[in-house]
């Protein structure tokens, strides 16, 4: 599995656009690039995935250049609620449980 | 639609006593499952992962292990409490359908061994 690499922390003021770097140099040709949130005494929920180019949804955009080596995530206009850590992960479907690993996130902490 | 249920919410145990974790998921059939553990202020640790009834995958040697004696059941147990058994338990599924896994977590269960 790709191995991933992300800033520890990040600060922000509420209404900025925030974006989240992940490095992931190996990455394979068959891994897609998720991302995940997770606040505090939670689980982590599904932000959004892509394989290329550009990836809109209604919560983040998510802008991989054309060599797959690093991904950004974009979040618009973050408020208060957006403090949380964000995981990038690197995986394939194989046909069996990609062993999905988790490193270490990025802190992003949002403040008026 | 799919959802995923684990209990209990928060546990005390001392140390030596054992352990039961269980989690179970609704509204999918034959779907990938994992156990995850995360200490304070960390990053997630995959501790056992699962593809199918009986078939258990271990990412970390401990005192832990996992079940799965249903599809949509799995459990996490341990004879012996440590107290670096602490942290906080999440389970997880995914769907073995299509070519972009996504893992749905469950609530989680905050373990204090004292």
């Known amino acids: 599995l790709a191995k991933t690499t992300q800033p520890i922390s990040m600060d922000s003021y509420e209404g900025q656009e925030v974006n989240i770097t992940c490095s992931h140099n190996?990455?394979?040709?068959?891994?897609?690039i998720t991302w995940y949130q997770q606040f505090p005494s939670q689980g982590p929920r599904f932000i959004i995935q892509g394989y290329k180019t550009k990836v809109t949804n209604e919560v983040a955009s998510l802008f991989i250049p054309a060599d797959r080596k690093s991904s950004t995530l974009s979040l618009p206009r973050v408020s208060l609620s957006d403090t949380a850590v964000y995981y990038c992960?690197?995986?394939?479907?194989?046909?069996?449980?990609?062993?999905?690993?988790f490193g270490t996130g990025t802190r992003l902490q949002v403040t008026l | 639609s799919q959802t995923i249920h684990q209990w209990p919410a928060t546990l005390v145990q001392p140390v030596g006593s054992p352990l039961s974790l269980e989690c179970t998921v609704e509204g999918t059939s034959n779907p990938n499952l994992y156990w995850y553990r995360q200490a304070a202020g960390r990053g997630l640790q995959l501790l056992f992962y699962s593809v199918g009834i009986g078939q258990i995958s271990s990412e970390v040697p401990q005192n832990l292990s996992a079940s799965r004696p249903q599809d949509r059941q799995f459990i996490l147990s341990s004879k012996k409490l440590l107290l670096s058994d602490s942290g906080f338990y999440l389970c997880a599924w995914s769907s073995q359908e299509g070519l972009n896994e996504k893992l749905f977590f469950g609530s989680g269960t905050q373990l204090s061994v004292l």
């Open positions: 190996n990455i394979a040709t068959n891994d897609y």
């Open positions: 992960l690197v995986g394939a479907d194989t046909g069996t449980a990609s062993k999905l690993t």
